[in-house]
């Protein structure tokens, strides 16, 4: 049955919140990256600040620490967190735009979704801000990187 790996399913097979109050709290981080591609032109836009709508990696960063703290109110079954950091990095590569967040808090739940709502919020934003100079961007790879804390241990992506 679908309740006994997925713990936001219980046993009739409806949604619920996760009842963390009985477990620990301990220091937990995570972090979490997206990839924007887009065309050699719109990344010279971006890395020069020349976009139409103005420095569009500051606004992306800003917006994907305030995206962090609203993921609870995005994502029904999350628990609101309070966290003590979140850390959003954008870096224009050769082909492509990559945001790398980074979120922590000490609680009795993991931080993966705040880490994984600020990549994607970021990556959106920078798509928005830049989709008048490229409507063929693509945003990709949007996935956990590793987190640390709690009872299930640590993960660290290989590839």
Do not use: F, W
Not at 20 to 39: H, M, N
Request: aromatic residues 2%; negative net charge; contains cysteine.
């Amino acid at each position: 049955m679908a309740s006994d790996k997925l713990s936001h399913i219980d046993a009739d097979g409806r949604a619920r919140m996760v009842d963390v109050g009985d477990k620990q709290e301990t220091r937990r981080t995570a972090r979490a990256e997206a990839r924007l591609l887009a065309s050699p032109e719109t990344l010279a836009l971006a890395r020069d600040g020349n976009a139409k709508k103005g420095d569009v990696v500051a606004v992306a960063e800003l917006a994907g620490v305030m995206a962090a703290k609203k993921t609870a109110d995005l994502i029904p079954l999350c628990h609101p967190l309070p966290l003590s950091n979140i850390q959003v990095q954008i870096d224009i590569e050769q082909t492509s735009i990559r945001v790398t967040t980074e979120a922590r808090t000490s609680g009795q739940t993991g931080v993966e979704m705040e880490a994984l709502t600020a990549a994607s919020v970021a990556a959106l934003t920078l798509y928005d801000m830049l989709k008048a100079a490229d409507k063929a961007m693509t945003i990709e790879g949007v996935r956990l990187l590793e987190n640390t804390g709690g009872v299930s241990g640590d993960y660290k992506r290989s590839v």
